[in-house]
């Protein structure tokens, strides 16, 4: 396909997204029908979103013609290296944006339109101003959150990236200081840091996770404390 026309790549990508949310979407409306004990719904949800999936699949081939496989066996082994590369290098460009512009865009316009709108709705209605206040607070403190999860991947794709080279990774090594120590969920990745701590759990900064008290759950996924693991990050030389 022809990609040398600009909207039509724009509308690819838009597409994309959308196939995308909507795959997203649908298991979570599984994941609430099933709650619901609606398994028939759940089911309908669940299979339109693996529909979804396939149509997002299929924009993304025409999009990166040069990630389609169709004979692996075909392949040389300097070919599969670099289609390999080539999906890392597309993975480190989304989630170096996403924690270089993204999260830190999101997380200042959150802030700003959660001031603006409690100083509007605190005029004519103070109980629907603490509630937006609250939604846009809360959404700033995710989105920052979110930030050293990206960078986090980036980081790991950037290793897997070099790796393909036969670059050794780089030693790693956590911090014994209680006070400074790192911890990371497995399930989405959040890292608990001790000298920001969780203050909309309750948690003050400077609260070393051990200190957590044990019915704490992870503020993006909701994961238990003991789902966290200690967080080894690259000893800079």
Not at 18 to 35: C, D, I, P, Q
Not at 38 to 64: C, I, P, V
Request: glycine share 4%.
């Amino acid at each position: 396909m022809d990609l040398s026309n600009a909207q039509t790549a724009k509308n690819l990508e838009a597409a994309f997204g959308g196939e995308s949310m909507a795959n997203r979407k649908y298991l979570f409306f599984a994941e609430v029908t099933k709650k619901l004990g609606m398994g028939d719904l759940s089911k309908l949800f669940r299979d339109t979103a693996n529909q979804e999936t396939e149509h997002a699949f299929a924009h993304f081939r025409l999009l990166h013609p040069e990630l389609v496989v169709t004979d692996p066996d075909n392949l040389s082994d300097e070919e599969k290296k670099k289609i390999a590369a080539r999906c890392l290098e597309l993975a480190i460009e989304g989630e170096t944006y996403e924690y270089t512009t993204m999260y830190p865009e999101f997380t200042a316009q959150a802030v700003q339109e959660r001031d603006e709108t409690a100083v509007a709705e605190f005029q004519e209605q103070e109980a629907e101003s603490r509630e937006h206040a609250e939604i846009f607070r809360k959404a700033a403190s995710n989105f920052g959150l979110l930030t050293p999860i990206e960078h986090h991947h980036a980081n790991q794709y950037t290793e897997a990236l070099k790796a393909l080279d036969g670059v050794a990774p780089m030693p790693k090594s956590a911090s014994s200081d209680p006070q400074t120590q790192k911890w990371i969920c497995r399930q989405c990745s959040m890292i608990y840091d001790p000298v920001m701590g969780d203050p909309d759990s309750g948690i003050a900064p400077g609260t070393p996770f051990e200190a957590i008290p044990d019915d704490w759950s992870c503020p993006i996924c909701g994961a238990t404390k003991k789902t966290f693991v200690v967080y080894e990050e690259a000893i800079v030389a």
